[in-house]
C-alpha cells in the first residue's frame, strides 16, 4: 500500500487592526499556501461575513470533487481509447446549516459538460462515470452522495 501526503499552510491575513475582540471586528480573508505553488486568497462564505471575491472552504470542497472526478474520467477514457476533446463541469454542492449555527454538507451534484471526438456507447460512458465516481479518493472520504449528470456535446 502506497501512502500519500499533502501539506498546504493556511495562514489568516484578516487582522483588522484588533483581532479577533469581537465578531466583526476582523476579516475572514486568509490564504492557502504551498511549496512552490501560487497562493490562493481565500476568505468565508459571503453568508458568513466573507469576502465574496475569494474563494471559501465550500467551494474549494465542491471543486476538489470535480477535480478529482474529471481526472479519473479522463485517464479511463484514455486507457479505453475513448478521445475526450472538451470537459467542462457545472458543480454544485448542497449545505444544510442547522438554527445552532453549524452545517454540513448533504450532497454534491457534478454535472459535467464533455465534448468527445465521436459518438461512443451511452452505457460505456455511464460505465465510465461511475468507476470515475468509485476510484476518486475524494469523494470516497466524504460522507454525503456525490452524483454525476453528465451531458456530451456535439
Known sequence: MKKHRYEVAVKWTGNLGAGTDHYRSYSRNHEILAREKISIPCSSDPSFRGDPARYNPEELLVSAISSCHMLWFLHLCSVREISVIEYEDDAEGLMVEQVEGYGKFVEVKLRPR?????????????????????????????????????????
Open 114 to 154: 464533455i465534448r468527445l471526438s465521436k459518438e461512443y456507447d451511452q452505457e460505456i460512458l455511464r460505465t465510465i462515470h461511475d468507476e470515475a465516481n468509485s476510484k476518486c479518493y475524494i469523494a470516497k472520504s466524504c460522507n454525503f452522495p456525490v452524483t454525476h449528470h453528465p451531458s456530451y456535446l456535439e
